[in-house]
């Protein structure tokens, strides 16, 4: 959690499964198991050995255990080594670490410079040059 944040913090332990949704604005530690929809407002940690099976969307995202389902961060998505996501990633900022497994796309919404987006631009001068040849 952000030092001066107000907001507080739970944990849902390694033989504690949870069904249902899970609502907050603090942050989360998930060692044991989730089956439902989870919406925070900050850190969702999903650590080794956790689980959550259900769509999730909060401020950050850190994933060492499983998440299957999709995923909304507003900051930033880390997946570490061991870490298993199966879905989607919509977030600022995604890093995957080597070990971590992931099976769907990932949707950012980043500013290209733009030398890359004008018309004059190497993607458009890669076209011109494609059409050129032969």
């Not at 733009?114 to 458009?124: F, M, Y």
Request: proline fraction near 3%; glycine fraction near 18%.
């Amino acid at each position: 959690m952000k030092q001066g944040s107000t907001a507080s913090s739970g944990s849902i332990g390694r033989s504690t499964r949870v069904v249902g949704r899970i609502t907050g604005d603090g942050d989360l530690v998930v060692e044991g198991r989730i089956e439902g929809d989870v919406t925070l407002g900050g850190h969702l940690h999903v650590a080794a050995g956790g689980v959550v099976a259900a769509p999730v969307s909060a401020a950050d995202v850190t994933l060492e255990g499983t998440i299957d389902g999709d995923l909304v961060a507003s900051g930033s998505v880390v997946l570490r080594e061991g870490a298993r996501l199966r879905g989607a990633i919509r977030a600022g900022k995604v890093g995957l670490e080597d070990g971590a497994r992931f099976s769907g796309k990932i949707e950012m919404d980043v500013e290209l410079p733009r030398e890359l987006t004008s018309p004059s631009g190497p993607a458009a001068q890669a076209k011109t040059n494609t059409r050129n040849k032969g």
